[in-house]
Each structure stands twice: as structure tokens, then as C-alpha cells.
């Protein structure tokens, strides 16, 4: 019987008796399921806990198993079984039980660096730039000076950047330390015990080295971490020693060096890129000579703290990790493979792992997708101490310039420093990479390569400028007019093309009108009639890009030095007038927070202060637009033509947030373009002259009949030609 048969009443109690069906049948399966949840939990609990015990059992006490068993099985019977804590709680106990921590600096203020070390962990709580001024957090503007007329230095590692340390939980405060090392036990997993190990600091500790050690009997392990520091690097020296307790017995391991914590924001008012970015790079394990590199920023990092894992030892493609850590705009803090000069990077790390740790609380609510603190963790592969044999891992905890080759123009570097970090080490990656995903097209061709030898000349142009006039302010103009005088004779050139293009528009403009009119209802006729206007006038469709090929050969120029600007750590903290700070927008004038200026809208937003240099830079760019825009041929283009100069005002919204350094790049170089067109001028004349010479010839020897064969079948052609155009 079918339902087409059913009454409806009928079809009413169906529906209720199948509704209640179902949801007794849900009820009934969601509470098997719970059960059955609980049940693995439950087991799961057991396990770990059975796991714990076999951990933290001494290894010096041995009882016969037998006994173990009866006396497990007794106190089960008498002590209910005791709630586990969860694994914050655990590390919050065994931190408890440690002795008060102890610190110890490597370093002083005529050092590059200076790092604060804690036993706690034998871990890094902070690391300073003596180099480098420390700046405001919301505007990026250097900070006041102190009593003694020294302003603070830049703290570029730190476990207390909300200074609120000591309010945390001790678990918390621990996990915020830098390069912590830690056991992975046997889940793969980093337990709360395998974290907080008692380490000791040895005797001897000077400011230029330090040692702790630690002995963990449930691994039948000694670990020792050596730190030093030398007076011209940028990095720490870290040595991490294995050996087993007892030499008889095997000794295998993983273990978990954790990254960098509390890199800074300078500027979260205005900053319009990533905040902070991940960055590791690898090599081809069979080819060493191809470096990838892997940067992100925080926006691609899961706010649930799950973190991206990029796996190493994948047999199809094995990859040996160089370094690895956390970048800002100008510096960065990276744990680098060490290894000697010549000899092959060692296979250390099998897995990089980047997590988001949590929000900037001051950062403005629309920025809440690029802003955030992110750490890495690299995972070893496993060691295995064959026969008891020691072994070592080697690292550099580099935290510094993210453009190694400045580093050159710097006092008091090491010699060789530049090209050992650059070359050897692989950091030049941090900027100068040419395997980014969407440019392999421009990798293979040699665009990337093209492109970054371009910037590096730049850099070096303005740090030789700087020398000379000493103020990078003036080097930024200098550098933008010398560049425009090497490419002059390009862009004469194309003021020729531009000219002539001109110059044959309004030849054939009377035509093109006339043409427009006859077609006006057929745009396929128009387009070929207007092909055989071009082809009259000896002019090239294509007439419009005549220039195109010599913009594409000034634009590594141009980019090489956009890129220049938008890397070089010198920039920073430096004044030019009335800028405090070059690598920042201006901030001329302070007029305050209120509802026009505080728009819960990135692109409209315009902040606190009022940048003079954007609107300036816009102004400049859009005259010099409209001096340099060649004639539109049609209406089509026409439009073009406004749209792109609409679009260079709204972009003053964009541009709005520029560096003053690039402002200054940006004006200079469209002042340049207006005084050039003055010296090109005869050069136009020229090339009309030569155009409409050319034109005059061509006509002449086309209306003169050919000779021979060659005459008599162009004839034929041409009758054949007029009589088909007659019957259309």
C-alpha cells in the first residue's frame, strides 16, 4: 500500500510515530557511544598512567616482580585510584618542586648582543641588541631617553613582553622561555616530566660562557648544553652533549628544541603587512646546492594552538634543515645548524613545527587577522648512543639583521662574519629567496635571480651614499637621481616612442573619427578598417606599447630598489627633517583619536597622526601621470586613461601607511620624471621630424607604379582587391 492511498490523518500519525522513533533511536545511540568514549578514556588514563610510573621509577631501587604485583594489587584494593592531574597542573607541581631559579648573562653593552640564560630550562628569558634602539610598541617611534642620556636597546627575544610575567601561572611563564630542550616520550609527545628537568648550572660560568647539565635516569641519559657568546656575532654558540648514565645500557631518544619567544611589533598602529612571519629554510639532501625557504605569516597559523607541521624525511624528498625560527621586518632569532666551512650541513631535524601562541592585546580590533605571537619547535631525529659512544649537536642562536649583508657596513663585525651567515649558513635565504611557490616561472627563467642581485646593488649603493653624506635621508634622494641618470637614455628613448606615437595620432584622428561614425553599429568592420588605416599611415597596431619593452627593462632596477628600501635595518631610528624614523610613515602632526579617523575599517583607517609624505608622493605620481599619459585612440581607452588616474588617488589610501624612506623614493623619483621631459624635448622634436620623413617617403614610392613582374602582379592584386571591396 503506498502512501498516495493514506488518509490524511494517517499520514499525520506516521510522521509522529517515525519522528519519535528516530529520536528515541538517537538517544539510545548517542549514550552507546558516550559509554563507549568513556570507557577508552578510561583505558587510555590507565595507560598513561601505567607509562608515567615506568618513566619516574628510579633506576637504582629493583624489586622482584613478583612482589611489585602483590603489592600493586594491595594497594589498589585498599587506596581508591587517585584523579591524574592534566598536564599544565603536573608541569605546575614538578615546577614547584625545583629549586628557586637562578640567572646568569652572557655579555655586557659593548657586546652586539646580550642574553640573559634561567637554570630553568637552561633555557634563554631574553636577548638584547645593543646595536639597536628599542622603539613604541603602538607608533614604532624611538622610546625616551633615560636619566643618562641613553635610550633603551631593542629587546628582540623576551619571555615578559606584556612585563606581566610574574602574574602567570609557572607553567605558563616556563613555556614562554626561548630554545628550551625537552623529551619526547613514548606517544611522541613532550609530558610534563620530559619538560621540567632539574637542570644545574656548572662551575666556571664567565660572561662569555655558560654550561648546564642535567641527568634523566628514565632515559639512562646526561645532557649538557655549553653556551657562548663571542664580543662581534650576532649568535650564540650552542652545544648540546649526550651520554648515557650507564654505558652498558641503550640509550635512545628524540628530543624538542623549542624557538624564539616575544619578538616585537613596532608600529601596530600602522603596520599593513604580517606582524611576524615563521621562516625556515631547507636543502635538497641530494642536491645541497638547492635552498628552499618557507615563510608565513601569522595569519596562516590555527588560532586553536593545533601547529603547522612540514615533515623533513619524506623518502621521496628528503630535505636537511638549515635554520628555523621567527622574523619581523628587520631582525630575526633562528636556530641555525652549525657546521664547519666546506663540510655537508648534519641531518639534525626530521620535523618544523610553527604555532600561533597568542594575541597582541593592544592591537586594533581589524588587524586581528595579521597581528598575533607565533613560536617554532624543531623535533630531532632520533639519537641513538650506540655502545655508549657521546655524541653532540651543534647550533648557532642567531638573533639579528634579517639582511645579513648589511652587516657590512657595520662597525666592529667579525671579519668574514657577512659571508659565513650569507653563504655558508644559508641566512641570506631570510630575503634574498629565489624558490617562493608562485615564482618558480620567474626562478626558472632568472627573473628571482635578477631581481635580488638588483636589490643588493641598491643596498650597497645607499650604504656607500650614507658614507659620504651621512644621513640616509639625503642618500635615499641621492641614490633615486643617480638611478634616474643611468637609465636616462632608456627613457629618452621612450619619450621618443611617446612623442612619435603622439605625433601619428593626430595624423590619423580625423580618420579614425570618420571611421567610428561609418561603423558605428559593426565592430568587427571597424576593427579591420581601422587595421588598414594603421597599415596606410605605415603605423604599428601595437603603437600604444611602443615604450613597454623599456619600462620592462628599467623595472629591476626600480624594484631592486623599492625592495632596498623596504629591507635595510639602517633605515630604522634614522631622522631626515622633521621624520623621526624612516623606516615608519612620518607622523607629522598629531590629531588625536576620534570616529573620522579610527574607522573600524582597515583601508579607511587613518589613525592618530597626520602623514604629510603620502599625500605629497600621491599628488607628485598623479601629475606626473598626466603628463606622461600618451593620447587615447579611442573612447575605450580613453576611459582607461581617467580610471587610472582615479586609481592613483584612492591609492593615496594605501599609500598612506608607506615608510618615509619610500615616500621619499616615490616623490624624488616622479620630480625627476617632469625635469626629464625638459631634456627630451629635442630628442621628441627629432623623432617626429624622423617619422613624418619616413611617412612622406613611403607614400611617395607607393603611389609610383613598380616595375616589371613584380609591378604588373601588385596591379592585378590591387583590381582584384577593389572590385571584391565593390560588391560588399
Known amino acids: 500500500m503506498g502512501l498516495d492511498n493514506l488518509s490524511q490523518r494517517s499520514r499525520f500519525w506516521l510522521f509522529v510515530i517515525l519522528t519519535t522513533g528516530v529520536l528515541i533511536g538517537y538517544s539510545v545511540l548517542a549514550k552507546f557511544l558516550a559509554g563507549d568514549d568513556k570507557a577508552k578514556k578510561a583505558q587510555a588514563t590507565q595507560v598513561e598512567k601505567k607509562a608515567d610510573k615506568k618513566d619516574t621509577a628510579p633506576s637504582e631501587k629493583k624489586v622482584d616482580d613478583k612482589q611489585n604485583v602483590a603489592a600493586n594489587k594491595e594497594q589498589e584494593a585498599v587506596k581508591p585510584p587517585e584523579p591524574v592531574a592534566n598536564p599544565r597542573e603536573k608541569l605546575n607541581q614538578l615546577l614547584a618542586q625545583l629549586p628557586s631559579a637562578t640567572e646568569h648573562t652572557l655579555g655586557d653593552d659593548t657586546t652586539k648582543i646580550k642574553v640573559v640564560f634561567t637554570d630553568r630550562g637552561a633555557?634563554?628569558?631574553?636577548?638584547?641588541?645593543?646595536?639597536?634602539?628599542?622603539s613604541d610598541r603602538q607608533t614604532g617611534q624611538r622610546l625616551e631617553a633615560d636619566a643618562s642620556g641613553k635610550r633603551p636597546r631593542l629587546v628582540l627575544v623576551t619571555d615578559d613582553e606584556d612585563h606581566n610575567r610574574l602574574k602567570l601561572q609557572p607553567s605558563r611563564q616556563f613555556e614562554l622561555l626561548s630554545y628550551r630542550f625537552s623529551l619526547?616520550?613514548?606517544?611522541?609527545?613532550v609530558s610534563p616530566e620530559l619538560a621540567a628537568l632539574p637542570w644545574k648550572q656548572l662551575p666556571g660560568a664567565t660572561s662569555e660562557k655558560v654550561s648546564y647539565s642535567v641527568d634523566i635516569p628514565a632515559k639512562n641519559l646526561k645532557v649538557t648544553k655549553n653556551f657562548s657568546l663571542a664580543k662581534d656575532t650576532y649568535h650564540v654558540e650552542m652545544e648540546l652533549q649526550f651520554a648515557a648514565i650507564d654505558p652498558a645500557k641503550p640509550v635512545n631518544f628524540t628530543y624538542e628544541l623549542s624557538g624564539p619567544q616575544g619578538l616585537p611589533v613596532e608600529g601596530l598602529r600602522w603596520k599593513q603587512f604580517s606582524f611576524r612571519n615563521y621562516v625556515f629554510a631547507t636543502q635538497d639532501a641530494d642536491k645541497p646546492t638547492t635552498v628552499y625557504r618557507t615563510m608565513e605569516g601569522v595569519e596562516k597559523l590555527k588560532k586553536d594552538g593545533t601547529p603547522n607541521s612540514f615533515t623533513l624525511n619524506d623518502p621521496k624528498s628528503r630535505k636537511v634543515f638549515l635554520f628555523g625560527g621567527v622574523m619581523i621586518q628587520f631582525f630575526a632569532s633562528l636556530a641555525v645548524v652549525d657546521h664547519a666551512d666546506g663540510e655537508a650541513t648534519p641531518y639534525l631535524i626530521d620535523k618544523v613545527l610553527a604555532e600561533y601562541v597568542g594575541p597582541d592585546?593592544?592591537?586594533?580590533?581589524?588587524?586581528?587577522?595579521?597581528?598575533g605571537r607565533m613560536t617554532t619547535k624543531l623535533i630531532s631525529t632520533p639519537v641513538i648512543l650506540d655502545k655508549g659512544q657521546p655524541q653532540s649537536h651543534k647550533y648557532l642562536l642567531y638573533a639579528g639583521p634579517t639582511k645579513t649583508l648589511l652587516l657590512d657596513y657595520e662597525k666592529d663585525v667579525r671579519p668574514g662574519l657577512t659571508k659565513r651567515y650569507s653563504e655558508e649558513l644559508h641566512l641570506n635565504q631570510m630575503t634574498d629567496a629565489t624558490d617562493v611557490t608562485w615564482t618558480s616561472f620567474f626562478r626558472a627563467t632568472g627573473i628571482t635571480g635578477l631581481l635580488v642581485g638588483s636589490t643588493n646593488i641598491m643596498h650597497r649603493l645607499l650604504e656607500n651614499l650614507y658614507k659620504f653624506v651621512g644621513n640616509y635621508g639625503i642618500a635615499i634622494i641621492l641614490m633615486t637621481v643617480i638611478v634616474r641618470l643611468l637609465l636616462f637614455p632608456l627613457s629618452r628613448k621612450q619619450a621618443q616612442n611617446q612623442a612619435k606615437m603622439q605625433e601619428q595620432m593626430k595624423v590619423i584622428r580625423p580618420e579614425m573619427e570618420a571611421l567610428k561614425k561609418k561603423y558605428a553599429n559593426d565592430r568587427q568592420q571597424y576593427a579591420m578598417a581601422q587595421m588598414e588605416?594603421?597599415?596606410k599611415h605605415k603605423m604599428s597596431p601595437l603603437a600604444g606599447c611602443n615604450g613597454c619593452w623599456i619600462l620592462l627593462l628599467q623595472m629591476p632596477v626600480f624594484l631592486g630598489l623599492y625592495f632596498a628600501l623596504r629591507e635595510s635595518m639602517h633605515l630604522r631610528m634614522s631622522s631626515f627633517l622633521w621624520i623621526d624614523n624612516l623606516a615608519m610613515p612620518d607622523m607629522l602632526l598629531r590629531w588625536g583619536d576620534n570616529f573620522a579617523t579610527n574607522l573600524p575599517i582597515s583601508f579607511l583607517y587613518l589613525g592618530p597622526y597626520l602623514h604629510i609624505l603620502p599625500i605629497i608622493a600621491v599628488?607628485?605620481?598623479?601629475?606626473?601621470?598626466?603628463?606622461?599619459?600618451?593620447?587615447?585612440?579611442?573612447?575605450?581607452?580613453?576611459?582607461?586613461?581617467?580610471?587610472?588616474n582615479y586609481m592613483t588617488l584612492v591609492m593615496g589610501l594605501a599609500f598612506y601607511w608607506v615608510a618615509a624612506g619610500l615616500c621619499l623614493y616615490f616623490i624624488v623619483s616622479?620630480?625627476?620624471?617632469?625635469?626629464?621631459?625638459?631634456?627630451?624635448?629635442?630628442?621628441?622634436?627629432?623623432?617626429?621630424?624622423?617619422w613624418q620623413d619616413k611617412r612622406e617617403k613611403m607614400l611617395n614610392n607607393e603611389n609610383k607604379p613598380a616595375a616589371g613582374v613584380r609591378g604588373k602582379l601588385g596591379d592585378l592584386w590591387r583590381d582584384l582587391q577593389n572590385k571584391a571591396d565593390k560588391r560588399k
Open 123 to 134: 633555557a634563554i628569558r631574553n636577548i638584547t641588541l645593543n646595536e639597536h634602539e628599542g
Open 184 to 189: 619526547l616520550n613514548e606517544q611522541e609527545q
Open 361 to 371: 592585546a593592544d592591537a586594533p580590533e581589524y588587524y586581528k587577522e595579521r597581528q
Open 533 to 535: 588605416l594603421f597599415k
Open 619 to 644: 599628488i607628485v605620481m598623479y601629475v606626473y601621470q598626466k603628463l606622461m599619459a600618451p593620447p587615447a585612440m579611442d573612447e575605450q581607452q580613453e576611459q582607461q586613461i581617467k580610471m587610472m
Open 670 to 690: 616622479s620630480l625627476w620624471g617632469m625635469v626629464e621631459r625638459r631634456f627630451v624635448k629635442k630628442a621628441k622634436d627629432q623623432a617626429i621630424a624622423q
